[in-house]
């Protein structure tokens, strides 16, 4: 194989890693000061009082078959707010894109509180479609709750595809062009 062949072949790998099937996905990140922030729902057709202006991250997905999705936040070091619990978590599902403006907008589900004393989050069994790009809402309880979180999707029966920003495809294309490039000035010189 040359080495154009294998340089056009490594980007078409890149390019197809995000959508390899797998039934878990695990993801984390961290809630700070420098992320956005929405009014919260408190359930599918009300706002919150309480998360008024709480930070928020997004991860999407979708299915390539029909399955029941559960979305667990399974570990998380977020500070306690006021009277507010540590690691108080808040998980919202969307089915199609998350408007924060309009945050009941494509609302499918949502978990507070796992229970027991267990103040992290979890949506279990939702029905979910082939095909339906979902979004996951990570956020908190409170206002002002920053910190780290891991959380998992999963699935019993049907792969996950994950959807990766727009940004990270560039990334990828570019990397992908400027590799073609330094194998061209290799060969060439």
């Known amino acids: 194989m040359n080495l154009r062949a294998l340089a056009t072949a490594f980007v078409l790998g890149l390019a197809l890693l995000p959508s390899l099937p797998a039934a878990t996905v695990n993801y984390g990140g961290a809630l700070d000061a420098g992320d956005p922030t929405f ?7 009300t706002l919150s009082a309480v998360g008024t202006s709480v930070s928020f991250e997004t991860f999407q997905f979708s299915l390539s078959l029909a399955d029941t999705v559960t979305i667990t936040v399974t570990s998380a070091n977020i500070a306690a707010v006021g009277n507010g619990n540590p690691n108080d978590s808040y998980l919202l599902l969307y089915a199609g894109a ?14 507070d509180d796992i229970g027991g004393g267990n103040f992290l989050s979890s949506i279990n069994g939702f029905a979910a479609s082939a095909g339906t790009l979902y979004t996951v809402v990570m956020t908190t309880f409170n206002n002002g709750a920053f910190g780290t979180y891991n959380n998992s ?7 996950i595809i994950t959807v990766p920003e727009p ?6 294309g570019v990397l992908g062009l400027a590799g073609v490039t330094v194998l061209r000035r290799r060969r060439a010189a």
Do not use: D
Not at 153 to 159: F, H
Not at 167 to 172: D, R
């Open 167 to 172: 940004s990270s495809i560039v990334a990828m």
């Open 153 to 159: 999707i999963t699935t019993p029966n049907a792969a």
């Open 39 to 45: 009014n919260r729902p408190a359930g599918l057709t």
């Open 98 to 111: 998350f408007n924060p403006a309009s945050p009941l907008t494509n609302l499918v589900a949502f978990n």
